[in-house]
């Protein structure tokens, strides 16, 4: 039996609430986990139902199409494990979230070897250790980072990313270049996305600026110095 879609997101949005309210240092980042739950999942999820729902009036005795249950059944539970795995692909992210005390060197490095491992994306990192800034500093650059390549991995259908992060003119600067599709402006030309705002919102924070543009040839490159 189908859960109601109203339920399903019902849940979600609690998940939403409760999530809002853990400890205070925690609050922006586990807000953000709670939106990537409820996007990119509550979607998914009242999809799933809203099909149970077709397949269950076209099981009803005075249905003339039986036949055809078995291969949508097929379809409809790959379409579920898909769900599963984009749920431990994030609970995965959650739980690796990364300590930056080692630096975005190491913490950008640790998250391109995941995405390699899940996704089969090609990595070219040119990182630089040695480059440490304030730790409120290199907490955004490396959510910005993370940001940049989920991104790649979601909507860029791309097979190869290119991360720098060095000083450059005596700045330190973060560039994510993939070889994809390039994005899309909205309906009014805004490219303001909720992940790239949010990107936008933390290079602010600390001073910083974010630009995204089209890569040379294809692709697209977001660019944090």
């Known amino acids: 039996m189908a859960v109601p879609d109203h339920l399903v997101l019902a849940a979600l949005n609690s998940l939403e609430r409760h999530v809002a309210l853990v400890h205070e240092p925690a609050h922006e980042e586990r807000n953000r986990i709670a939106r990537d739950l409820h996007d990119r999942l509550g979607q998914a999820l009242a999809l799933l139902g809203f099909e149970m729902d077709l397949l269950l009036a076209q099981a009803s005795p005075d249905s003339d199409a039986p036949g055809v249950l078995a291969d949508d059944l097929r379809r409809l539970r790959g379409r579920q494990r898909e769900v599963v ?25 640790r998250y391109a070897k995941r995405l390699t491992e899940r996704t089969g994306l090609r990595f070219d990192l040119e990182l630089d250790a040695r480059l440490r800034l304030p730790a409120q500093q290199e907490r955004e650059v490396c959510r910005i980072a993370q940001e940049a390549m989920t991104n790649v991995e979601r909507h860029a259908r791309a097979t190869s ?32 996305t909720y992940g790239l705002l949010g990107m936008k919102e933390r290079a602010s924070v600390i001073g910083a600026t974010l ?14 110095s």
């Open 85 to 109: 795995q984009e749920l431990r692909n994030i609970l995965y992210d959650v739980r690796t979230e990364a300590s930056t005390e080692d630096g975005p060197a190491a913490a950008v490095a």
């Open 161 to 192: 990313v290119k991360i720098s992060w060095v000083k450059r003119d005596g700045c330190a600067e973060l560039r994510v270049l993939d070889d994809g599709r390039g994005f899309t402006p909205g309906p009014s030309g805004r490219r303001n």
């Open 211 to 224: 630009s995204v543009e089209q890569g040379s040839g294809q692709g697209t490159l977001v660019r944090c």
